[in-house]
């Protein structure tokens, strides 16, 4: 069963990991980040600076977004006063 320190760190890597956008694949990096978070406020005896207020992040999330998913934009409309292409 996992520790607390191990809850702690899972709880701050989700945090950094809404922070900057729910991005996929930089999970190895915020776990790393969270965990270096974590152990300077143990050494410190509180909370780091690098840590988000609670307030800004919410354990509360939302199916995760795909963000290789993207429709393309709609073509541009010609011009009216533009030349007819060659033909």
């Known amino acids: 069963m996992p520790d607390d ?10 945090e950094i990991w809404e922070r900057e956008g729910r991005a996929d694949g930089r999970d190895a990096e915020h776990w790393s980040r969270a965990e270096a978070e974590i152990a300077a406020e143990e050494a410190n005896g509180g909370p780091s600076e690098l840590a988000a207020p609670a307030a800004a992040c919410s354990v509360e999330a939302g199916p995760v977004q795909d963000s290789r998913r993207r429709t393309r934009a709609a073509p541009k409309a010609r011009r009216k006063d533009a030349t007819p292409p060659p033909g």
């Open 5 to 14: 320190r191990t809850d702690r760190i899972r709880q701050r890597a989700h």
